[in-house]
Each structure stands twice: as C-alpha cells, then as structure tokens.
C-alpha cells in the first residue's frame, strides 16, 4: 500500500513542495518563521481534528501521540516569546467519513516529519534567533525516534486489509489533502 500511495501522489507532493519550500528557505526573522508556523497550523489543526474522529482504535499506539498541532502553538510561543493566539483555519480540507480517508491523510502527515528534519536544518542555517532552537518542536517530529515512528505507520499500512474501494478512497484522500494543503498555503502568501 505504501508504494501505491508513493506512486498516486508523486505529483501533488511535487506540487506543494514546490509553493512550499521556497517559502520556508525565505525564513529570516523570528516573524517570518512565526506565520510558516501558522500556515501550518491553520491546516493541521482542523485535519487532525477529522482524522481523530475517525481513526482506528487499532492503530499502534493511538493517534493522539502524532497530533502535531499544539506543538505548533508551542513553537509559536516560544519564537514570539508570548502565548500563541488561534491563527486562522483552513476550511477546505480534505472529505474524512472513514478510517481508509483517514489513513490517507495521516499519510501526509507522518511522511512530513520525515522532510522536517530537513526543514530544521534549514531553518537554522537561514534564521539567526536565540529563541529558535526552543522552537522547533514541530519541524524536529518525533526527534530521534521520528524513523521509527514512520517505520511503525509504514508497517501498519502494509497490513492494511481494506476493500478495493476503501484503498481507493485511502489514496484520493492522500492525493487531495496534498492538493488541499497547496491551494491553503498559495491561499496565505503575503499574509
């Protein structure tokens, strides 16, 4: 099944990396790197509250332990150097009635904790801010158990015994909250 979604999604991935990763590399003040983290939010928090809702009990070691969104809070209280207001929520989020929709999302998520290791890095070499390293929960994912972790999801996926049409609906969901998280972010540029 990963390779399935690896291979459906390719494009979309593509797709938002490339509105995304140019404006993580332009991070070069404590502000700029505060509304990157709010861009994040206001499309995590609301997916993550749908994947919640409909998410395997089953699922190895329960889907609240991989919520990143308050993290993201946490990141942005510590870079502001003051407590974190609501930002802004995307309200076109990807359709989750079910676990397979739910799974494809989540796809999206654990796979960025693998790329934001990366993002750290980055950010490090670009922003120059004490505060920084305290602020940096988000991007870090799961620190140094972030490969297991994925390891753990990978695993239960290719486990995964859904019908014909619950993979199909595993892979839309994949694929469009890809496109979904694109059109968020074009959506709040110069913002």
């Known amino acids: 099944m990963i390779e399935l979604l690896r291979?459906?999604?390719?494009?979309?991935?593509?797709?938002?990396e490339r509105v995304l990763i140019p404006s993580i590399k332009a991070v070069n003040t404590p502000?700029?790197?505060?509304?990157?983290?709010?861009?994040?939010?206001g499309y995590y928090y609301p997916l993550e509250q749908h994947i919640a809702a409909h998410m395997d009990r089953?699922?190895?070691?329960?889907?609240?332990?991989?919520?990143?969104a308050s993290s993201?809070?946490?990141?942005?209280?510590?870079?502001?150097?003051?407590?974190?207001?609501?930002?802004?929520?995307?309200?076109?989020i990807p359709e989750i009635t079910d676990n397979a929709?739910?799974?494809?999302?989540?796809?999206?998520?654990?796979?960025?904790?693998?790329g934001?290791?990366?993002?750290?890095q980055m950010l490090l070499r670009n922003l120059q801010a004490p505060e920084l390293p305290q602020a940096l929960s988000f991007f870090n994912g799961y620190g140094a158990d972030t490969q297991s972790y994925w390891d753990t999801f990978v695993h239960y996926l290719q486990g995964y015994n859904?019908?014909?049409?619950q993979q199909q609906r595993m892979l839309e969901a994949a694929a469009t909250t890809f496109e979904k998280f694109k059109l968020w972010a074009l959506s709040r540029q110069g913002q």
């Open 116 to 120: 934001g290791q990366v993002i750290c």
């Open 31 to 41: 502000e700029s790197y505060a509304s990157l983290l709010e861009l994040f939010y």
């Open 7 to 16: 291979e459906r999604t390719a494009k979309q991935h593509q797709e938002l």
């Open 162 to 165: 859904g019908t014909e049409q």
């Open 101 to 114: 929709q739910a799974l494809g999302a989540m796809y999206v998520l654990e796979g960025s904790t693998l």
């Open 58 to 68: 089953t699922f190895p070691g329960g889907f609240e332990l991989r919520r990143k």
């Open 72 to 92: 993201i809070l946490d990141d942005i209280a510590a870079i502001r150097k003051a407590p974190a207001t609501q930002p802004v929520c995307c309200t076109d």
